[in-house]
């Protein structure tokens, strides 16, 4: 079987990474009822977090020549696009989209067909032996 190809798997454990760690059904923010203030909400606290690290960075670890801005615009060019990429699966999951289809059923096979040999109750049927 043929391994899937790695700009769908990045893009398919991009989604699944952000929804693992952003996921707002086990956060706060989840009581808001609009997505798209949920997502305003992610990033403005995001941006705090990320100021609030540069400015320990910068004082209490040392590292003077630490950007606050530079990390702020770093962390926001991987981020954004990892947002957007989850807006595009949410709205294929719920139109059901075919390519998601098969991108997700390409996965299940890879992973099932690698993982063959490592299940623990997997019981080989020796026939010779056994029949």
Do not use: C
């Amino acid at each position: 079987m043929d391994r899937p190809n790695i700009l769908r798997r990045s893009i398919m454990l991009a989604a699944h990474i952000w929804r693992r760690v952003m996921n707002v059904k086990f956060n706060p923010l989840k009581h808001i009822p609009d997505n798209t203030l949920q997502s305003y909400f992610m990033l403005v606290l995001f941006t705090i977090w990320s100021i609030t690290f540069g400015f320990i960075a910068t004082y209490y670890i040392g590292w003077l020549g630490y950007s606050t801005i530079t990390s702020v615009v770093v962390h926001l060019t991987i981020l954004i696009p990892i947002m957007i990429t989850n807006a595009v699966f949410i709205d294929a999951e719920r139109t059901g989209a075919q390519w998601l289809v098969e991108w997700q059923s390409e996965q299940s096979r890879y992973k099932l067909f690698t993982n063959r040999l490592k299940a623990k109750n997997l019981v080989r049927w020796k026939v010779d032996s056994e029949g």
